[in-house]
């Protein structure tokens, strides 16, 4: 409640929007509440005129008896009788004035509502995305890009429905319900007598069927949820299906889950089955109630048709609220916890910042040292990397080598400060990357990813990435440096080819080469990179090799290193083992002196992966890049992301 | 009731039109077909809902016209009864009906038919009356039984349909061939039949009944009303038409801007998840202010968007409700008017009563009228989505058992490749002309450039696919001949885009042979040498996997496939080998696993690894669809040809220049790799 509180403050910021929509909600309801009034009026300028027209053509003896009988002098008969076409056509009109009145306030209260239901909605998402894309990686490495994205999709628009326009509607129920309420007590307090009790009740039906459903609706979504990954898997999976004929299984194992689906299903209907009608009848009863209380009180002289009619009226008035009222308090705790599960996010800390007082990273010339460096990915965890010190010189080569989670990628991960160092420091010709500004610190090193994330926009933008003001020119020198300019070329539309989601798939050696320009583009003095290529045939493999080997010349270059050539033309090799530098040095050295080295050089070089006939597809191949210690990383998400749009060839 | 924006939720729907609207209804209505019974109820319910909707109104009008009114004229005429006779020229609007008027339903029985007479006395008034609200809420329980019962039949029936439903088109999906998923997109075949099915369930459950009975009680109040006084009746509903065609306009209206907003918060979506499953290549790029910068727009675009939709639904809602005052008005100063001057308009006399239960008619009007329009929309999309289900239903899988189909006998493992030509679609030529044989017991290796066939070749052997001519002979039998099911049952195969379910490990192995006891299980698993991690896990063999097989690292999957396939111990093993590197320790693990199952198996193997080529019994190199070379890596290598090409180029690059261009004669360069093509550029 707490978070819907600060939530609901951000109505503030459209401060003149909000006050419009409410200003608005109290007239409509106003001009609502004003119809049976004049309904009233209308009904009893009729049964008057009509009394009058009678008693008046009565003969003269009759006429005084029956005027005594109602009260009425001769003027006043008469005045009902002339006066009654006028007076209802004049009530009439101001029906239609406020019909219109009504209609055009209610219209600026739902429009109002919107605007500002919707300009919340931009709040938070703005605000969600802008902390999702500056929370370091520690957090991203704990949440799954679905989580998120239902944060700010799901969660955003249950809060935008509630503060939005649940609370306007709440305020409308609240006014109508409190004033028809008084128009029934002033119309007819025994009357009111009558039906008061009814009101309660249907208050406490809708507030019971509302806690009531929402625990089975929660159900029907589980099992379709269950439902729809059975089906998932199996058009996924459909050809290890085929392959060890397992459809009667898994068909059985389906209708199972279709069955327990409608069973909840049904579940759900009995009880909407059962209490829409029941609150139904409780209205109809009330209005029951009226008429026959009512109708006793007219036959008895103590209430006229037209009360009698707006009594009916105001009831049915009553009852609405009482239903929107029950159904938005049920919402509310929903929106509660979406509240609570939006601020969260935008509370979360951010593990890596800027310091105060962080200065802009000079011009880097590319000495890189690590110092006593340990590090876990969780505070307390077990460390993946433990005392690791090493140095490596402007322009030199160091190549990474080692099993996997040996702290391969934890390394090349500490450099552009993806996460902090738990003990030690990692210096930048000299200086502590903590206490430089992250900005100008990672636009100075470049990366290039085994699998690489395209993004919405054209092949040119997605080269320009980390260069947006980049020129064309340049964008093709880094292209065709590349390899790229070629298979650019290709494309109808070149290197205006709409690429990402919605535009054309391209496989992976091409992603690959396109993350190859985009670091070359970026001209950095420091590279980290992973030269494997296991997604495509052997021409794109070389030609990616040759790129890569061009884009590291005369940079500091990390390597995590898959091939031989990388391993024998690096200035340095750090070989890993379990977060321990177990053995560095060069390639001689390290074959004559280290036994780990001989046998990794044996076993994951030596028979290094010939291209394959793999299918260039973003599925496949995704070999863990950011990730090596087990951690959810960039591969895992990516994968994700693929995953949705996973083909089964 | 439908609170917030229900109207706007369900406009803001896919709306795809149908293009055959008569022959799906009438499928989807044969569906319901075993459900006869609960229709036919449901018919008659709606019918007497209906009825009671029509009725009550008009017994209010009756106890105005035969209790109240009569009783309020008594009152001031009491004592002078008779000079208040009919014949006094008194307008019959007061009187209410005549005494021979046998509408007074309650009055004939207790005063010998028609209404009270004049004499009656208050209490006889009170008790009509009372007789009278008893029959209403008599009516008022039983409209609300008949409705709820409506409501749960219809569900239920629905509900059935759409599991019936859902069942049929799961078990078409296992019937379609590979070809049908080679084509279309897991993904998009999922979203779509989900989809589908969400407004098909919407629409049966609700829509139908909601939009039928609404259209009922329309046009049986106007029947009502027309019979009860005609011209009183043709000018209260003349706001109706004008009802309807504002209710079109708007929804039209609606429908096209909600289309837009549709592709405004696909925009916002695809942001939201480029930018979180990317945040570290923003973030290592720096580009995270201009992303939030970019979202900002898509963000801004999508409330824009929105908020313009909603200036149409918006107006709706409150221009029907003006006009249903409009009606109100109409009806009451017509009828007052009419009260007022008697016979003198339109030759017609109504009564308080009937303005009364007119009142309570046209108020009835907007509610369905309202609920039509927007229930169109959500009819038409279910209709749509109705059309593409029946449409899956109807795609024939383009390979099915014939119908002499025999069972396959316990494989020996001899198979042939007999002029094998292949093709996924019409033009294209996958395999061509391809013939070898694989003795039992031997392991064949398949190597080949991306595209060569390799994949094909192995998917025709279980018969994935059929071949477009030659055969495929397993044991000297067409793989058509016989049934697909006996045929694949004892092939064994390990893809290397590892698939396993989210359900335990003990259960993903057991996949292999479901009849498989725990021990038999372990015993797989071991071959495989899977025991051993999976004793480490925290559950050990009932440990749960995650959406497939999260929580095991990859070299874990592929053992676990492995020991799945061990399991089931096939006759014919199909292996196409992993490229994604694991960690030496595991990668060997993976080695040994599956020299242990390719151990007197007639194997076929799409062979990443050169221990695997090494031993196999046969090499084939494939290009572009033709075997160029076969025989043993030494031999291949020693022709200098093709293979000698694809190994120098892909198994010993880093070595040197590659070599020449071989020309054995057998295979000449004609047919070079890609890579020689390359070379040579």
Known sequence: MRNLGRGIRYLGRHRNTTLIAYLALFISVGAQLMVPQLVQRIIDAITNGVTAQSVLAAPAAFRAQALAALGWNAEQALLHRDGAETALISAGLLILAFAIARGLFAFTQSYMGERVSQSIAFDFRNELFAKIQRLSFSYHDRNQTGQLMIRATDDVEKVRMFIGQGLLMTTQAVVLLVVALLMLLLTNVRLMLVILPVLPLAFIMFMGFGRMTQPMFMKVQIKLSRLNTILQENLAGIKVVKAFVREPEQQARFT???????????????????????????????????????????????????????????????????????????????????????????????????????????????????????????????????????????????????????????????????????????????????????????????????????????????????????????????????????????FAQGYDTPVGERGTTLSGGQKQRIAIARALLLNPRILILDDSTSSVDAVTEYQIQQALSLLMRGRTSFVIAQRISTVRNADLILVLDRGRVAAHGTHDDLMENSSIYAEIFASQLVEDAPADERAPHPTRGTRPVFDDDGRKGLAEASRSAARSSASIR | MHGMGGPRHILAQETSKPTEVRATLGRLARQFGPFWPALLVVLGLVLGSTYVQVLTPELIGQSVDCYLTPAAMSRFASGAAASLAPAAGQPQGMTGRSAADSSCWFSSSAFGGGALPATASTSDFVAGLGRLVLLLIVLYILGSAMNGLVFYLMAWAGQHVLRDLRVKVFRHLHRLSLSYYAENEAGAVMSRITNDMDTIQQAISF?????????????????????????????????????????????????????????????????????????????????????????????????????????????????????????????????????????????????????????????????????????????????????????????????????????????????????????????????????????????????????????????????????????????????????????????????????????????????????????????????????????????????????????????????????????????????????????????????????????????????????????????????????????????????????????????????GSPAQPGGDGREPAALPLPVAQHARS
């Open chain 1, 256 to 490: 199972a889950s279709a069955e327990d689906l409608m069973q909840q299903q049904i579940q759900v209907s009995r009880v909407f089955s059962f209490v829409f009608p029941v609150v139904f009848l409780l209205a109809n009863l009330g209005q029951a109630a009226v008429y026959y209380f009512g109708g006793q009180q007219i036959i008895g002289g103590t209430l006229t048709f037209g009360e009698w009619q707006k009594f009916s009226l105001y009831l049915a008035y009553v009852f609405f609220p009482l239903g929107m009222l029950g159904m938005i308090i049920s919402q509310m705790s929903q929106a509660a916890a979406s509240a609570q599960r939006i601020f969260e996010i935008l509370d979360a800390p951010n593990d890596v910042a800027d310091r105060p007082g962080a200065t802009d990273l000079p011009a880097v010339r590319g000495r890189v040292a690590f110092e006593e460096v340990t590090f876990s990915y969780f505070g307390s965890g077990e460390p993946v990397l433990r005392d690791v010190s090493f140095v490596a010189e402007p322009g030199q080569t160091v190549a990474l080598l080692g099993a996997t989670g040996s702290g391969k990628s934890s390394i090349i991960n500490l450099i552009p400060r993806f996460y902090d160092p738990t003990r030690g420091r990692v210096t930048i010709d000299g200086q502590d990357v903590r206490d430089v500004r992250l900005e100008s610190l990672r636009g100075q090193i470049g990366t290039v990813l085994q699998d690489t994330t395209l993004f919405t926009g054209t092949i040119r933008d997605n080269i320009a990435f980390g260069r947006p003001d980049a020129t064309l020119e340049d964008v093709v020198a880094a292209a065709k440096a590349a390899a790229a300019h070629e298979f650019i070329l290709e």
């Open chain 2, 207 to 655: 829509v139908l009944v909601n939009v039928a009975s609404g259209v009922l009680l329309i046009i049986w109040i106007a029947a009502t009303m027309l019979r009860m006084n005609t011209a009183y009746a043709l000018i209260s509903m003349s706001v109706v038409p004008l009802m309807i065609v504002t209710t079109a306009w708007f929804s039209g209206q609606a429908r096209r801007a909600f289309r837009r907003t549709r592709v405004a918060i696909g925009a916002v979506n695809a942001d939201l998840q480029e930018g979180i499953a990317g945040v570290r290549e923003v973030q290592a790029f720096g580009r995270e202010g201009a992303n939030i910068e970019n979202f900002r727009q898509a963000n801004a675009a999508n409330r824009d968007a929105n908020i313009r939709a909603v200036s149409f639904t918006a107006a709706l809602a409150p221009s029907l409700e003006a006009l249903g005052y409009l009606a109100i008005a109409i009806t009451t100063i017509m009828g007052g008017v009419l009260l007022l001057r008697g016979q003198a308009l339109f030759g017609t006399a109504v009564s308080l009563g009937l303005v009364i239960t007119f009142l309570q008619y046209v108020q009835r009007f907007n509610m369905p009228i309202q609920q039509i329009s927007v229930m169109w929309t959500n009819l038409q999309s279910a209709v749509a989505g109705a059309e593409r289900i029946f449409g899956l239903l109807d795609t024939q899988p383009s390979v099915q058992d014939r119908p002499d189909a025999q069972a396959m006998p316990p494989i020996v493992g001899r198979v042939e490749f007999d002029r094998v030509y292949a093709a996924y679609k019409q033009e294209e030529r996958v395999l061509c002309d391809v013939s070898f044989v694989a003795e039992p017991g031997q392991t064949v290796a398949i190597v080949g450039p991306t595209g060569a066939g390799k994949t094909t070749i192995i998917n025709l052997i279980p018969r994935f696919y059929d071949v477009v001519a030659g055969a495929v002979r397993i044991d000297s039998l067409d793989v058509r001949d016989v049934t697909a099911a006996d045929l694949r049952r004892q092939i064994g195969i390990v893809l290397q885009d590892t698939f396993l379910f989210s359900d335990t490990v003990l259960n993903n192995i057991r996949f292999g042979r479901p009849e498989a006891t725990d021990e038999e299980v372990r015993a797989a698993a071991r071959l495989a040498h899977a025991d051993e991690f999976i004793q480490r896990l925290p559950d050990g063999y009932n440990t749960m996997l995650g959406e497939r097989g999260s929580g095991l690292s990859q070299g874990q999957r592929q053992l676990v496939a492995i020991a799945r396939a061990a399991l089931a111990n096939p006759s014919i093993l199909i292996l196409d080998e992993a490229t994604s590197s694991v960690d030496t320790r595991t990668e060997r693990q993976i080695q040994r696993a599956l020299d242990a199952l390719l151990e007197d198996r007639t194997s076929f193997v799409i062979a990443h690894r050169l221990s695997t080529i090494r031993n196999a019994d046969q090499v084939l190199v494939l290009v572009d669809g033709e075997i160029v070379e076969r025989g043993r890596h030494d031999e291949l290598l020693a022709r200098r040809g093709a293979y000698h090409e694809l190994y120098m180029k892909q198994f010993r690059r880093e070595e």
